[in-house]
């Protein structure tokens, strides 16, 4: 954080530097557990059951709809690596399937969710901008690509909780189902 913004309390660029710099830790946990995750994924987009059945056997998971059913009853029934095979069959479901496999992911983050969700909807850095600023976040896109960047780079910046569910909020206005 810059010098500026450590002496202003008030400042607005270090309210923006919080949404996109989360507390210091290891591993940036999402804001939800997995199944809440598809759970608030499946609401947005008005998904049945059904759907997400076959939105996860693009993504090579095998799941029943029962368990889509009863998710709201059971908060740990889906795992993280689930919830990417999700993520990655909700690409190809949005987008088509592609030639070559997608990465293979150990973690579920919040930059992984955005960047995934980004994807799929084939949004651009000036329609994510828009978007959040339809929900009253200003980011500017150097902040906004630091975020898609790998974490080994210098300039990758960890997704706080509040920029995720503020970019969930903002797919949910922007109607995406």
């Not at 939105?55 to 689930?82: P, R, Y």
């Not at 069959?89 to 919040?110: H, M, W, Y």
Request: aromatic share 8%.
């Amino acid at each position: 954080m810059s010098a500026f913004c450590a002496k202003a309390t008030n400042c607005r660029w270090h309210y923006l530097y919080s949404l996109i710099t989360p507390p210091e830790t290891e591993h940036c946990a999402p804001p939800m557990t997995a199944t809440q995750l598809l759970i608030q994924i499946q609401s947005i987009f008005s998904l049945s059951a059904e759907d997400m059945v076959r939105i996860c056997e693009h993504g090579d998971a095998k799941v029943a709809a029962s368990q889509f059913d009863n998710a709201a009853n059971d908060a740990d029934w889906c795992s993280e690596e689930l919830a990417i095979q999700f993520l990655n069959g909700f690409i190809v479901e949005c987008r088509g399937a592609s030639d070559k496999p997608p990465p293979i992911e150990s973690q579920l983050t919040n930059n992984l969710i955005f960047r995934k969700i980004k994807i799929a909807l084939g949004l651009q850095a000036d329609d994510l901008l828009q978007m959040l600023a339809d929900v009253e976040v200003v980011l500017s896109k150097h902040e906004l690509s630091a975020l898609f960047r790998k974490t080994d780079n210098k300039h990758y910046r960890p997704c706080s909780d509040e920029l995720l569910e503020a970019f969930l909020a903002s797919v949910r206005v922007n109607h995406y189902g």
